[in-house]
């Protein structure tokens, strides 16, 4: 049986033209220009070539940074028919055919790597479907995605591949392939330098981008070096990276979060201003903001919750764009509030001992009586009420009786939960001195 894949031309044969990112694919995996932390002699890929090893993978990174590239380059270091197949256009029935052929080669003494695109978008069933080929050596599967494997693949696929990192390429990386091009050009393109490096950031570490772009930029017929501003004129700037409900979303805000908690207003606003470009929903992130200013600067400042729901409501009056900026400003002052987790720290400390003591009662001291029979029994009896004390403070304990009292929320000696923390010495003492 034919293999779906062993009809199409051969673009290295064809006489038609070659956009520029094809010309310079990489011929042996020595030339791919960077990933050495994937490729090098220390690398996963440079141990399992050296050992004669190769196992199933799972290629994760951003687009453009080699993933297709290396799949058929490790295909022929190892001698496997090399099939590419996207989980976007593929269905059962082109799965079945493919499997078919891969056992028919294996039968004739050749095996089968089988890189799928974006294997992500495969079905639970559908992943599972590689399993028994993967194990009983029909085919070697690489897949890739732009996605977190840890949440978009089955925990069994991901038990039987590797995952390996491929980081976007560098603003060094991106030089050496401009380079490169231009040797395949036959000329140097017509920009400064200045207007060089826009182009590389331009490319926002995607190789394949860069070649596009420079492609674009070798057409133009011009006798003099365009300058930076010339460049933005006639190059629309790719948009940035981002996904609303995948890894980056999650990344981002994540950055967000740490960076106020860190003390840090101006990486806040970068990481801000990040999410804000790549579409995100700007409630989304006021409700998020407001998370922070709970759980990270709680007692410590009590107004910075004020100022996120102010910000927050600000935000819904105005709309987008000029409601941004109320959130930006909740931003920054949250960077520069004091921190403290204490009273968060304090809740789940407090969340725990609830559930392990289960159902205890009130001690029946603090226990309302509106009944004769309830008096009878004791509720009520003993409580002092504590207006009535010396310095407005009784003493008594308010935990159940046969429980040990709790220690839990344990204030910080920063901003406002610095008063937090005398008063709390200053009850601590006086129940100590009442209880003795």
């Not at 409700?287 to 007692?299: A, K, Y």
């Not at 603090?366 to 009535?388: C, F, V, W």
């Amino acid at each position: 049986m034919a293999d779906l894949f062993d009809t199409l031309p051969d673009p290295e044969t064809s006489t038609a033209p070659r956009p520029l990112a094809d010309r310079l694919r990489p011929k042996k995996l020595s030339e791919v220009i960077g990933q050495d932390q994937v490729l090098g002699p220390d690398g996963p890929l440079g141990v399992m070539l050296a050992s004669g090893s190769l196992g199933s993978l799972i290629f994760w990174g951003p687009p453009g940074v080699g993933k297709t590239t290396i799949a058929r380059l490790l295909a022929d270091e190892t001698d496997l028919h090399f099939v590419q197949i996207s989980a976007i256009f593929t269905g059962v029935a082109d799965l079945k055919k493919v499997f078919e052929a891969a056992k028919i080669r294996r039968a004739n003494g050749q095996g089968t790597l089988l890189f799928v695109d974006e294997i992500h978008r495969f079905n639970k069933a559908q992943q599972d479907g590689f399993l028994p080929h993967m194990e009983d050596g029909t085919i070697l599967l690489v897949g890739a995605t732009t996605e977190n494997p840890s949440f978009e693949l089955n925990s069994a696929l991901l038990s039987r591949a590797q995952v390996l990192v491929l980081d976007r390429l560098s603003l060094a990386d991106l030089e050496l392939l401009a380079q490169r091009a231009e040797r395949d050009l036959g000329r140097a393109l017509p920009l400064t330098g200045e207007a060089r490096d826009a182009l590389m950031e331009m490319a926002d570490g995607d190789g394949r981008a860069l070649l596009n772009l420079i492609e674009q930029v070798a057409a133009w017929k011009t006798d003099d070096k365009l300058d930076r501003d010339a460049l933005v004129a006639r190059l629309q700037k790719r948009a940035a990276q981002y996904d609303k409900s995948g890894d980056a979303h999650y990344n981002l805000i994540s950055a967000l979060h740490k960076s106020v908690r860190g003390s840090d207003p101006d990486a806040a606003l970068y990481w801000l201003a990040r999410m804000l470009d790549g579409g995100e929903d700007p409630r989304y992130l006021a409700r998020r903001i407001t998370r922070m200013s709970v759980e990270d600067i709680g007692l410590a400042d009590p107004q910075a919750q004020r100022l996120c729901l102010d910000a927050w409501a600000t935000y819904e009056r105005l709309g987008s764009p000029e409601g941004e900026l109320a959130l930006a400003e909740a931003v920054a002052y949250l960077a520069l509030a004091p921190k403290s987790n204490a009273a968060y720290v304090a809740y789940k400390a407090a969340s725990a001992a609830a559930r392990k003591t289960g159902s205890l009662p009130p001690p029946k001291h603090i226990l309302n009586a509106p009944t004769r029979l309830m008096k009878d029994q004791g509720y009520g009896e003993g409580y002092s009420y504590d207006h009535d004390a010396e310095d407005g403070f009784s003493g008594q304990d308010y935990f159940p009786e046969t429980m040990k009292r709790g220690v839990y929320y344990q204030p910080v000696d920063r901003g406002f939960e610095r008063e937090l923390k005398k008063r709390l010495d200053f009850f601590a003492k006086l129940r100590s001195k009442r209880g003795a």
